[in-house]
């Protein structure tokens, strides 16, 4: 079917900024006019009210506001199941996540959404038909985030797990920092006295993997080291497993692999099994998110903790601060994610018992 | 502090069944007046609410009833962090669950609590006191079963992922058949040639753990084979690894171990790790659940996997029958857990590339 193009703007399409302009005040005012009302003088806020309704501004999408109380519900979209990867920090999120939001006074509401942004921008406007909603929590940020747009044009709060590539200063987000992750574990191996150390990553339109990619980049350049062994490639055991196999043939072969992931360097430690090579004593592997999977596996895995529980804490705080109309810049978190070293990178060690 | 004695009985102790005597109707006609009001005549509805207001039965917790509308919210306590664990068993049904009930037109809203039934049944109370919500999902059932007679007294509706190991015929819920999970494994390593076949299990206060023993226990019974050797211990790493070291010391020494869980069957790996022993060539392992670990390692392990899909949709589909006042005997519905074989149990495999 082709879109029509008859009659007026589709439902929804109407944005706070229109609002704004019909009604000769700053978006920011209108947003108080919503969120805020104690903030906008009566006869403001009376001129407000009248351009929503005369252009539409979808009114169910701020029932909450409109209605002038909290549904103390805060919105949150699950992650899809993949059942080939090792991390559980999504689900380990969710459940502090939701501690802190119970905590607070909120509760969670899941969101489900196939279909990328587009899907889940979809699950959101659906959800707020529905229901009236405090706050939106995303996660997954990435450059020109369409999810963004999506919640400033309907005025409801949100907070991000994951910073803005855009460098958007108004957004609010709690981040952690994969460059420093990287940089500890590449650091780490090089202290064992390893020289070849390859980097297996995810292709260059990730920007979680750019951020952690350059941390590699910078503790082997801080050490004059080679940066040739490179990989980029989607996250599967598979793909970590055939990475490692080729760096391990090159003509000067990796003696230490620092991967993007659990799941890829768990592929690594595959290959190496395959080869009759055993982690640590023969090669050094690190991995990132330390999944169950890195504490489970013989020799445990060394990767990188990300402080999920300050991280769920942290956006609770402020989107309960976004909800209260704190006047304060939004805040951006970068946390600091904790080395945890094991057999898989250290050469002492020796199976005996 | 101590708890009162005076006045009335506590907010929220006024149960179905006195409200149902004072009325004098049955238990489900007090149900249908709130829940199916369509369903019951005026008349009737009328004496049953005087006895509703009379009474102080927990009209909060009823509020979505007398309200006589649909909240289209599902509630469901996130299971506690479990940072040694394999299993993402109830992540992942959380997630299937989750895009059931959106399927069904319904969102998930999270439960958090601490201090066991208890404060499960508290935190369900308030969240009813706070937010109306059509039914509750359950997890993980146990005998006498608090919640159970909770969720009853309050007129919620309720299905449960885990049967009623009480024989509750009138409690909906959906389950897999951990025995023919075990049965399936231990017959699979039998048909591998092996005789000593041990069993690393839960203590026996766990009647999921019991279940799934007993399948052991019918495998190597239909064959004449020893039982002897078997351990029932808390699930971790580390007790998995125990338990296996003092199977492989005893007199007639296991060369075969089925475990009630991966991350017992993690410990079993660990061990023989320690040992020099290769898992499958030398001694056959199997887990319990196909956790993504059980991929990932090197050998993979060998699994039972859960229809847990089927399991989330067949739970939203019983609580929508509930709420529609379906007048068919609650659902109770037993799957099969398929056997995932990997290279853990198999002799044959070799290690070369």
Chains 1, 2 share one sequence.
Request: proline letters at 5%.
């Amino acid at each position: 079917m082709q879109p029509t193009s008859r009659g007026p703007a589709p439902h929804g399409h109407v944005t706070l900024v229109q609002v704004a302009q019909r009604a000769g005040v700053s978006a920011q005012s209108v947003s108080n006019a919503l969120n805020n009302p104690d903030r906008v003088a009566p006869e403001t806020r009376k001129r407000i009210l009248a351009a929503v309704e005369e252009l539409g501004y979808e009114p169910n999408l701020s029932a909450r506001a409109l209605r002038n109380r909290s549904s103390s519900l805060i919105a949150f979209k699950m992650r899809p199941a993949r059942p080939d990867k090792a991390s559980m920090l999504m689900d380990d999120f969710l459940y502090v996540l939701n501690a802190s939001a119970v905590d607070a006074g909120y509760h969670l509401i899941l969101c489900h959404a196939e279909g990328g942004q587009a899907g889940e921008i979809k699950a959101y406007r659906d959800l707020l038909k529905k229901t009236s909603i405090d706050a939106f929590i995303l996660a997954e940020t990435h450059r020109n985030d369409d999810r963004v747009a999506a919640l400033r044009s309907w005025g409801v709060p949100f907070a991000a797990f994951g910073r803005s590539w855009d460098g958007d200063e108004e957004m609010a987000w709690v981040d952690v920092d994969g460059r420093a992750g990287t940089r500890a574990a590449t650091a780490h191996v090089a202290a064992q006295g390893h020289t070849q150390i390859g980097y297996i990553g995810w292709p260059a339109e990730s920007e979680l993997g750019e951020d952690r990619r350059a941390g590699w980049l910078d503790a082997c350049r801080e050490r004059s080291l080679d940066t040739d062994l490179q990989a980029a490639v989607v996250d599967s055991l598979e793909n970590g497993r055939q990475a490692a196999h080729r760096m391990l043939d090159a003509a000067r072969p990796a003696t230490a692999l620092v991967c993007a992931s659990d799941t890829l360097a768990l592929g690594v430690m595959r290959a190496l099994h395959e080869r009759g090579l055993r982690p640590g004593a023969d090669v050094a592997i690190t991995g990132y998110d330390d999944s169950p999977t890195a504490a489970l596996v013989s020799p445990g895995l060394t990767t990188l903790r990300q402080p999920i529980d300050e991280v769920g804490r942290q956006l609770i705080h402020t989107v309960d601060n976004l909800m209260a109309g704190d006047p304060r810049t939004p805040q951006h978190v970068l946390l600091e994610p904790e080395l945890i070293v094991r057999d898989s990178s250290l050469p002492g060690r020796r199976d005996t018992r």
